[in-house]
T-cell receptor, first 114, second 119 residues
Framework: GIQVEQSPPDLILQEGANSTLRCNFS?????LQWFHQNPWGQLINLFY???GTKQNGRLSATTVATERYSLLYISSSQTTDSGVYFC????????????????FGKGTKLSVKP | EAGVAQSPRYKIIEKRQSVAFWCNPI?????LYWYQQILGQGPKLLIQ????????DSQLPKDRFSAERLKGVDSTLKIQPAKLEDSAVYLC?????????????????FGAGSRLTVL
């Protein structure tokens, strides 16, 4: 069935370290977004990236749609990067009946220690 | 630009009572979404509006949940009667449009959420 799997579920880093978060999905997609949920619960969009590579400061993301995965890179992590990172996917074969329905993974909880 | 506004931020009710949440999307955003996020899980779509029409409500428990978006702007989500398992954060989000392809207009902007506790 339709699945979005994120790994690792939990990640603890020392400030300044780099990390890679992974999102695997089970079918072809036409919408993929990465979000950061801060400790106060606010969800912030990081990237809209159904394919290709994008960079924004210390963050970058790559989606290889043909191989059904996306990666989020965080470099030189800071304590403010702590929170939960979600991958949300819109599956092509659901598009006609559920336009825009993003299916969220369970998230990666990141803790950055000073 | 102003963000997505939601109220109330917190609500505590007893089971079988009713509750309503309000959302005002970003000005000009045609599409509005209500998501339910249970503690420790990712958000799950309840209902999606395009202007004032429902696009997808397949995961909305219609025996107790209802939502409307009159005039295609703000929206209300109601739960009546509430159950213990409805305890969650209810998130409203909006986007310019819904479409396939590489369009930044699909980017979702979320409100701060409304946290519901059912006792």
């Amino acid at each position: 069935g339709i699945q979005v799997e994120q790994s690792p579920p939990d990640l603890i880093l020392q400030e300044g370290a780099n990390s890679t978060l992974r999102c695997n999905f089970s079918d072809s997609v036409n919408n993929l977004q990465w979000f950061h949920q801060n400790p106060w619960g606010q969800l912030i969009n990081l990237f809209y990236i159904p394919s290709g590579t994008k960079q924004n400061g210390r963050l970058s993301a790559t989606t290889v749609a043909t191989e059904r995965y996306s990666l989020l890179y965080i470099s030189s992590s800071q304590t403010t990067d702590s929170g939960v990172y979600f991958c949300a996917v819109g599956f092509s074969r659901l598009w006609g009946g559920s336009q825009g329905n993003l299916i969220f993974g369970k998230g990666t909880k990141l803790s950055v220690k000073p | 630009e102003a963000g997505v506004a939601q109220s109330p931020r917190y609500k505590i009710i007893e089971k079988r009572q009713s509750v309503a949440f309000w959302c005002n999307p970003i000005s000009g955003h045609a599409t509005l979404y209500w998501y339910q996020q249970i503690l420790g899980q990712g958000p799950k779509l309840l209902i999606q509006f395009q202007n004032n029409g429902v696009v997808d409500d397949s995961q909305l428990p219609k025996d107790r949940f209802s939502a409307e978006r009159l005039k295609g702007v703000d929206s209300t989500l109601k739960i009546q009667p509430a159950k213990l398992e409805d305890s969650a954060v209810y998130l409203c989000a909006s986007s310019l449009v819904i479409s396939g392809g590489d369009s930044g207009a699909n980017v979702l902007t979320f409100g701060a959420g409304s946290r519901l506790t059912v006792l």
